[in-house]
């Protein structure tokens, strides 16, 4: 099992470019998240899908876009990249019976925008 | 407003001793804390977790308390161990309709352990 992974690992944008970053689990969970941390920060939520076909907002959804295309993969899009976006962003996911509650993260995408 | 709040950013903890990490947090509506571990350049890694119901769960050498009351819990570790040296990250997760799903993170509090 590779547990979650994303793509790319690094990417740097011009302000105004667009990305997708790419997640996958094979886990089989239902829900999935991200997030994104920046420097001497904890980690804060973008947004999350409770479900195959179901996303919404988490703390700082603003300048972004998501997509569950199916329940393993979860992507988020940057429309317009600017450098308030540059930051390290981890995908998660979790079991619906998940005994600690907990989730489960991947390796991150760190992000520049210049 | 930081609703989970680890005040402190570094902690040096001689090897065999033991680490006590700490967090605090302000919304009642979390009902469960999960304390993660993060190395550098990789994703945090679930390491320990504790209901609101309960004031203690321990899992081999680390144990979490939680003081409802004073809405504080801690982390401890013993003995601490080369590998322990890392970012440890204190989250809450908010019970059913308390809001957005997800979990809310501290700051963290880099753990160093000295040889």
């Known amino acids: 099992n590779a547990g979650v992974t994303q793509t790319p690992k690094f990417q740097v944008l011009k302000t105004g470019q667009s990305m997708t970053l790419q997640c996958a689990q094979d886990?089989?969970?239902?829900?999935m998240y991200w997030y994104r941390q920046d420097p001497g920060m904890g980690l804060r939520l973008i947004y999350y899908s409770a479900s195959e076909g179901t996303t919404d907002k988490g703390e700082v959804p603003n300048g972004y876009n998501v997509s569950r295309l199916n329940k393993r993969e979860f992507s988020l899009r940057l429309e317009s990249a600017a450098p308030s976006q540059t930051s390290v962003y981890f995908c998660?996911?979790?079991?619906?019976?998940?005994?600690?509650?907990?989730?489960?993260f991947g390796p991150g995408t760190r992000l520049t925008v210049l | 407003d930081q609703q989970v709040k680890q005040n402190s950013p570094s902690l040096s903890v001689q090897e065999g001793r033991i680490s006590i990490l700490n967090c605090d947090y302000t919304n009642s509506m979390f009902d469960y804390f999960l304390w993660y571990k993060k190395y550098p350049a990789e994703g945090p890694t679930f390491l320990i977790s504790?209901?609101?119901?309960?004031d203690k769960n321990e899992d081999g050498r680390f144990t979490v308390f939680l003081n409802k009351s004073a809405k504080h819990l801690s982390l401890h570790i013993v003995p601490s161990q080369p590998g322990d040296s890392a970012v440890y990250f204190c989250a809450a997760k908010k019970r059913e309709g308390g809001g957005a799903d997800g979990l809310t993170f501290g700051k963290g509090t880099h753990l160093i352990i000295q040889p």
């Open positions: 504790i209901s609101s119901i309960k």
């Open positions: 886990m089989n969970h239902n829900s």
């Open positions: 998660a996911s979790k079991a619906v019976a998940a005994s600690y509650n907990e989730q489960f």
